[in-house]
């Protein structure tokens, strides 16, 4: 049973159909027999994913950071709740216990994780599938941003085949089926680019 790390919204401020969004994941996520890794909180996408998906009877893991557990509240359902000491080793744990991760719109902590599971995943530190969902373009300015380096040079084209962006959950999820092929290894320059 594939595990699925989703990267979502904790913020109540969002709009209704991110929610929605997030619901009919966790719906399809147990529809297709997967367990899910979450950030461990039970408030906005973050909860309806879970909740979701426990309702569909998936597995449910959340990894939270014990200074969140208050402002996020946390997923007290969740069939294992890890408490981790820092936002570090809770990705960390969240990307050991992935088998594939799954973006939905979401603001700079869904933005920092799919980042970083990107560049991983271009250095070939993982081959797990990483795939987008955006219905409405929330991250339109993303992809323009990395097609913007990639024209100065500062990204190499494989970086861009790392990602598969999606934009309906159906197409998600088989996009979810492998990961994709990147052409050749990372150069020692992208390493060193890659590296704190």
């Given at each position: 049973?594939?595990?699925?790390?989703?990267?979502?919204?904790?913020?109540?401020?969002?709009?209704?159909?991110?929610?929605?969004?997030?619901?009919?994941?966790?719906?399809?996520?147990?529809?297709?027999?997967?367990?899910?890794?979450?950030?461990?909180?039970?408030?906005?996408?973050?909860?309806?994913?879970?909740?979701?998906?426990?309702?569909?009877?998936?597995?449910?893991?959340?990894?939270?950071?014990?200074?969140?557990?208050?402002?996020?509240?946390?997923?007290?359902?969740?069939?294992?709740?890890?408490?981790?000491?820092?936002?570090?080793?809770?990705?960390?744990?969240?990307?050991?216990?992935?088998?594939?991760?799954?973006?939905?719109?979401?603001?700079?902590?869904?933005?920092?994780?799919?980042?970083?599971?990107?560049?991983?995943?271009?250095?070939?530190?993982?081959?797990?599938?990483?795939?987008?969902?955006?219905?409405?373009?929330?991250?339109?300015?993303?992809?323009?941003?990395?097609?913007?380096?990639?024209?100065?040079?500062?990204?190499?084209?494989?970086?861009l085949d790392a990602v598969r962006w999606t934009d309906s959950v159906q197409a998600a999820f088989d996009a979810l089926g492998a990961p994709p092929e990147l052409p050749g290894p990372p150069s020692s320059a992208e390493v060193?680019?890659?590296?704190?």
């Open positions: 049973m594939p595990a699925i790390c989703v990267f979502c919204a904790s913020s109540d401020l969002v709009a209704d159909r991110y929610v929605a969004l997030a619901t009919e994941v966790g719906q399809e996520l147990a529809r297709r027999g997967h367990s899910l890794v979450s950030g461990g909180g039970s408030v906005s996408c973050m909860g309806a994913v879970a909740r979701a998906a426990r309702a569909g009877g998936a597995r449910t893991v959340g990894v939270i950071p014990r200074a969140l557990l208050n402002l996020e509240v946390a997923d007290t359902d969740c069939d294992e709740l890890v408490v981790a000491d820092d936002m570090r080793h809770r990705k960390g744990e969240m990307d050991r216990r992935a088998d594939a991760f799954l973006a939905l719109p979401g603001g700079l902590g869904t933005l920092e994780e799919l980042l970083e599971v990107w560049v991983a995943r271009t250095l070939d530190m993982h081959d797990k599938p990483i795939v987008v969902l955006d219905p409405d373009g929330v991250f339109e300015p993303l992809r323009a941003q990395v097609d913007r380096l990639l024209a100065g040079g500062f990204v190499r084209a494989r970086s060193l680019e890659a590296e704190p």
